[in-house]
Antibody, heavy 122, light 106 residues
């Protein structure tokens, strides 16, 4: 049974870079779509972007245009981990951040991490 | 971006009730729609994909319907564990977008 676990700092200062890692256990990164999604307090879910590995080397990415200038999603298939970097953060980036898996481009997100809360504050 | 408008935003119901939640897309999404259940402190759980296909392990009291821009999630007979927040998501095109959520309360 595949499980996802987010990890990273719970507090980030304004203008700095938020960095989170999602560790995948019980499965491989290969041939799945791996997304980051966030939920600001009191608001709905927002898709940040995904990385897809068709093989064991480099992944292809797709980002939400609203965040594209600040987002990088990368991964390491040997460690079964993928990561999110969000630069120049502000208080508006305060949210619960989830990682999730999609089996294909024509499917929902069938496995989710429980989420990690990130607060942007000085 | 495709806007997903979900209604109602909250709903009070009782065990045994039949409830329906609606999701409207700002353009046609060809049934590329998922429904999720979320409980406090947990990640969302996929209930249905392709608008009406039940995810493995999800009880049959959950069903989905609709086409084009208008979709529904129906719970035929509410159970105590169903009280949660429900969200729809379109994956027809990126950026993927979600509805604002419906909080189902007793």
């Amino acid at each position: 049974q595949v499980q996802l676990q987010e990890s990273g700092p719970g507090l980030v200062k304004p203008s700095e870079t938020l960095s989170l890692t999602c560790t995948v256990s019980g499965g491989s990164l290969i041939r799945y779509y791996w997304s980051w999604i966030r939920q600001p307090p009191g608001k709905g879910l927002e898709w940040i972007g995904y990385i897809y590995y068709s093989g064991s080397t480099s992944g292809s990415t797709n980002y939400n245009p609203s965040l594209r200038s600040r987002v990088t999603i990368s991964g390491d298939t040997s460690k079964n981990q993928f990561s999110l970097d969000l630069s120049s953060v502000t208080a508006a980036d305060t949210a619960v951040y989830h990682c999730a898996r999609s089996p294909s481009i024509n499917y929902g997100m069938d496995v989710w991490g429980q989420g990690t809360t990130v607060t942007v504050s000085s | 971006d495709i806007q997903m408008t979900q209604s109602p935003s909250s709903l009070s119901a009782s065990v045994g009730d039949r409830v329906t939640i609606t999701c409207r897309a700002s353009q046609g999404i060809s049934d590329s729609l998922g429904w999720y259940q979320q409980k406090p402190g947990k990640g969302p759980k996929l209930l249905l994909y392709a608008a009406s296909r039940l995810e493995s392990g999800v009880p049959a009291r959950f069903s989905g319907g609709g086409s084009g821009t208008d979709y529904t999630l129906t719970i035929s007979s509410l159970q105590p564990e169903d009280f949660a927040t429900y969200s729809c998501q379109q994956y027809y095109t990126t950026p993927y977008t979600f509805g604002q959520g419906t909080k189902l309360e007793i």
